[in-house]
C-alpha cells in the first residue's frame, strides 16, 4: 500500500534552540527552521523532523543511529564536541572503557550518546 509513498521519521523535543544548536553546531547536520519545527537533512536524503512539545518525556529507545566507517574516530569526534558516549554494565550489553559494544551479532560496534533532550543516538560500524 504505501511502497511508493514519500515517508519521514519525526520525534519531540522541549526546546526547539537547544535541538538546532545541538544537531547543526555540534553534529554538523543540515539543520532548516520551518514554522512548525525543525527539518534534519541527512544523508541519503532522509529528512528527520523535530517538533516542539510542552509535556516532552524523552524515550527510552535509540531514535536516530548514524552509520560511520570508523566509530573509534567517530567517538573522537563527538569527545572533541563535548557529547558524552553512554557506558552500560548490563547482562547482554556490556560496552568497553569507550563506550563502544562490540558483538558477535548486529553490526561490528556500536556506541550511544543523548542529545540536550535525552534522545539517544548511536553511531555505528558495520561487518
Known amino acids: 500500500m504505501f511502497k511508493n509513498t514519500p515517508a519521514f521519521s519525526s ?9 538546532k544548536d545541538f544537531y547543526g553546531r555540534t553534529l554538523g547536520l ?5 514554522p512548525e519545527g525543525l527539518e534534519l537533512h541527512l544523508a541519503g536524503g532522509t529528512t528527520v523532523f523535530v517538533y516542539p512539545s ?3 518525556t524523552a524515550p527510552e529507545h535509540t531514535v536516530l543511529n548514524f552509520v560511520v ?6 567517538i573522537d569526534g563527538l569527545g572533541k564536541r563535548g557529547v558524552r558516549v553512554e557506558h552500560y554494565d548490563m547482562p547482554d550489553l556490556k560496552t568497553d ?3 563502544i559494544f562490540r558483538g558477535e551479532m548486529g553490526p561490528k560496534a556500536i556506541a550511544w550518546f543523548k ?5 539517544i543516538l548511536s553511531v555505528l560500524q558495520e561487518r
Not at 543540515?30 to 520551518?34: G, P
Not at 566507517?69 to 567517530?74: E, G, L, M, N, V
Not at 542529545?115 to 534522545?119: I, Y
Request: hydrophobic residues 30%; charged residues 30%; proline residues 6%.
Open 69 to 74: 566507517t570508523d566509530i573509534d574516530a567517530a
Open 54 to 56: 510542552s509535556d516532552y
Open 30 to 34: 543540515d539543520v532548516k527552521q520551518t
Open 11 to 19: 520525534f519531540s523535543t522541549p526546546d526547539l534552540a537547544q535541538a
Open 97 to 99: 572503557e569507550r563506550g
Open 115 to 119: 542529545d540536550p533532550a535525552g534522545h
